[in-house]
Nanobody
Framework: QVQLVESGGGLVQAGGSLRLSCAAS????????MGWFRQAPGKEREFVAS????????YYADSVKGRFTISRDNAKNTVYLQMNSLKPEDTAVYYC???????????????WGQGTQVTVSS
């Protein structure tokens, strides 16, 4: 089992920045690809970003490329999502995910956190 706990969400004005953190406990963190999804009210959960187990490969949704950066610190069992130039359409609950079998997180990933709310005001 892997437990994931997100933090860092909050309310920010458009154009501002937030950094989300996801702390993992349980099995060996660096065996897992990690990443983030988000879900806005009335919408399906969508992929945001993913990072491979060693951090050498990263993937982003087109909607966040150039604004968001995913990183991980395997010594701290933590993955981060730095979000810059935030827009109102980034408002959502952000979920951390861990995937042992694939090199990227998907909706089928093994473990999920409870989510953290990000609200961007215009």
């Amino acid at each position: 089992q892997v437990q994931l706990v997100e933090s860092g969400g909050g309310l920010v004005q458009a154009g501002g920045s937030l950094r989300l953190s996801c702390a993992a406990s349980g099995r060996t963190f660096n065996n897992y690809a990690m990443g983030w999804f988000r879900q806005a009210p009335g919408k399906e959960r969508e992929f945001v970003a993913s990072i491979s187990w060693g951090g050498g490969s990263t993937y982003y949704a087109d909607s966040v490329k150039g604004r968001f950066t995913i990183s991980r610190d395997n010594a701290k069992n933590t993955v981060y999502l730095q979000m810059n130039s935030l827009k109102p359409e980034d408002t959502a609950v952000y979920y951390c995910a861990a995937d042992y079998h694939r090199g990227v997180v998907t909706t089928l990933s093994d473990y999920w956190g409870q989510g953290t709310q990000v609200t961007v005001s215009s």
